[in-house]
Every structure is written in structure tokens, then in C-alpha cells.
């Protein structure tokens, strides 16, 4: 396409798009009202809760979850970039210029949590690196907006609601509510904007992008497993903030229906049939924390911790 594009100062052109797009060029207005001083906020909690006071084993079990956030954060950070520069449509091209500020600010303020926190940082699981590197290998922009903004976010505003309630260590929970409000804008771009894309993929496409889906939530699944333990350490019941997760992005990927209720090409929903399986899945799978498990279950759910540490270590090994 020629460049300048004349046509973003054409006043038809810029009626139709203010009455498609208003709601998507609002989240960039939003997000320069709400932008907050990472340094300050994070300096006036720590003088507030007077630093932060834990024992080691809740330390290390919150660097481990939270370098999860830390990188997903500096993947955010890239993906939105990305977006930024390959979105032509001006509004959304905002809305994802303003989430990269957010994104820097969310990096920047999560390394200095954990730097005060005073612990070595882990690497990056395998099941979240795997996530991670193929959203910002892939040149897709409908990957980068399924995956980041609908799939990843969600979880990640899941993560924090749960965190912030939890009170495990203050100045952490009281840092979570500005992350969850970020996170929550990012995830209506993509609810807003992929549609667009999505009208005109081929069924092709649309059976890849499902399979995506699956690909992603699987990894996820299995990540999970693997800090189970440091759920377990910090008092965070992972079934309930699983069951959480699934109702946020149930909720998110109703939003993707038209005005006529119809299901975008692509796009995993779960029908009210399969919303019942998921939760005896994750019953099954995430015990309810304190819960009576019988002892065959307890067996097969110990395995799977143990093959989430297979699965990670060849999926280190091959990163
Ligand atoms: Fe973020
Ligand atoms: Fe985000």
C-alpha cells in the first residue's frame, strides 16, 4: 500500500471508522488517565507495609510464580510493539502504542518487586517459554492477539485477582490491582479488534488457530502443574483460581460473538456441555486444596507433577 496513506485524512473514511472503531480509540484515551509511576507506587508501598517481611520458602515460592509474570511481562511488552507497528487500523494502532507503556511500566515494576524481594530468580519454566517465544517468533498478528491478548492476559489478570486476595505479602497484593487494570484494557483490544481479522479467514486458518488454542491452554495446563507446589506453599487453592481463569476466558471469548450471537471463525467458546467437563477436569486434575481426594486420584495427579517436570526439562533442553 502507498505511503503516506492519504485516505486516514478522508472524512468519510474517518466517520465510518470513529463509528467502528470509537470504543478501540477510548482504550488510549483510558490508559493515559489511568497511567501510574511504577518507582512511586512500588516506594510508597514498601513504606507503607515498612519493606517486605516473609520467610525464605514463601519467597522462593513467589519468585518462581512471578518470574513467570516477569518475562510474560517483557513478551507483552514486545508483542504490543509488534502490534503497534503492523496494526493499520489507526484507533487499534493507539490502543496497542499505549499498552506498550504499560508493559514497560509493568516490566520495570515487577523486576524491582522482585529485586527487593531478595531472592535468586528462576529461569523461565519450559511450558511458559514455549508459550511465550512462539507469540513473538510468529509474524501472524491474529496468533499474536489470540494468544497474548485473550489467552495470556486473561490468565495473567486471573493470577493477579487471586494474589491480591490471597494476601500473602502485602505490598505484592497491593501492587496487583494496577497491573489487573492494565491487563483488563489490553485484553479488550483484542476483544474488540480481532473480529475484524477474523471475518475473513479461510477454514483452513480457522482450524489452526483452534488447534493454537489448545496448544496454548495445554502448555498452561501443564505449567500449572509444575508450580503446583508453590501454590501450595503460599496458600493459593489452584482449583479455585483455575476454575477463575476458565470463567474469565469463557466471558472473553463470548465477547468475540457478533451483535447476532454468532461465533467468530477460529475462536475456541465452550458450549454450557463442555463448561460442566472442564470443571470435573480441573477437579480431577487441581484438587481442591484440604480436599478428601481418594488415594488412586491422589496416585494418578502425583504422576502428572512428575511428568510436568519431564515435560520441562526436555522443553528447557530443547529451547
Ligand atoms: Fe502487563
Ligand atoms: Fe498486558
Redesign the pocket.
Known amino acids: 500500500m502507498a505511503w503516506p496513506p492519504y485516505r486516514l485524512m478522508e472524512r468519510d473514511y474517518l466517520a465510518e471508522a470513529k463509528q467502528k472503531y470509537e470504543r478501540i480509540e477510548r482504550l488510549y484515551h483510558v490508559g493515559h488517565k489511568q497511567a501510574w509511576d511504577g518507582k512511586q507506587v512500588l516506594k510508597d508501598l514498601l513504606a507503607k507495609h515498612g519493606g517486605i517481611h516473609l520467610d525464605p520458602a514463601k519467597k522462593t515460592a513467589i519468585a518462581q510464580i512471578f518470574s513467570t509474570i516477569l518475562w510474560g511481562e517483557l513478551a507483552?511488552w514486545s508483542i504490543?510493539a509488534d502490534l503497534a507497528l503492523q496494526l493499520e487500523d489507526t484507533e487499534a494502532k493507539m490502543a496497542a502504542t499505549i499498552?506498550v507503556f504499560?508493559?514497560a511500566r509493568?516490566f520495570y515494576t515487577m523486576r524491582d518487586y522482585l529485586l527487593e524481594l531478595g531472592c535468586e530468580i528462576p529461569k523461565l519454566d519450559g511450558y511458559t517459554h514455549a508459550v511465550l517465544s512462539s507469540l513473538l517468533d510468529t509474524h501472524r498478528l491474529v496468533d499474536k492477539l489470540l494468544g497474548m491478548q485473550l489467552i495470556v492476559?486473561s490468565i495473567?489478570v486471573t493470577l493477579f485477582k487471586t494474589v491480591a486476595q490471597a494476601r500473602i505479602e502485602p505490598v505484592l497484593s497491593d501492587l496487583m490491582p494496577y497491573f489487573e487494570r492494565?491487563?483488563a484494557r489490553?485484553v479488550g483490544l483484542g476483544v474488540l479488534y480481532l473480529p475484524k481479522l477474523l471475518a475473513k479467514i479461510s477454514p483452513f486458518e480457522a482450524a489452526r488457530l483452534k488447534l493454537l488454542q489448545l496448544k496454548i491452554v495445554t502448555l498452561i495446563g501443564w505449567g500449572t502443574h509444575l508450580k503446583t507446589p508453590y501454590f501450595v506453599q503460599l496458600g493459593i487453592d489452584s482449583n479455585e483460581s483455575f476454575r477463575r481463569g476458565m470463567r474469565l476466558n469463557r466471558e472473553v471469548m463470548e465477547g468475540l460473538r457478533s451483535a447476532e450471537g454468532e461465533e467468530p471463525p477460529g475462536v475456541l467458546i465452550g458450549a454450557a456441555s463442555s463448561e460442566r467437563f472442564n470443571d470435573l477436569a480441573v477437579d480431577f486434575f487441581f484438587p481442591r486444596l484440604g480436599a478428601d481426594v481418594p488415594s488412586w486420584q491422589r496416585k494418578i495427579v502425583s504422576v502428572i507433577e512428575g511428568l510436568s517436570k519431564v515435560g520441562d526439562h526436555a522443553l528447557r533442553l530443547a529451547a
Do not use: F, M
Open positions: 507483552a504490543s499498552q504499560d508493559e509493568h492476559e495473567a492494565d491487563e489490553h
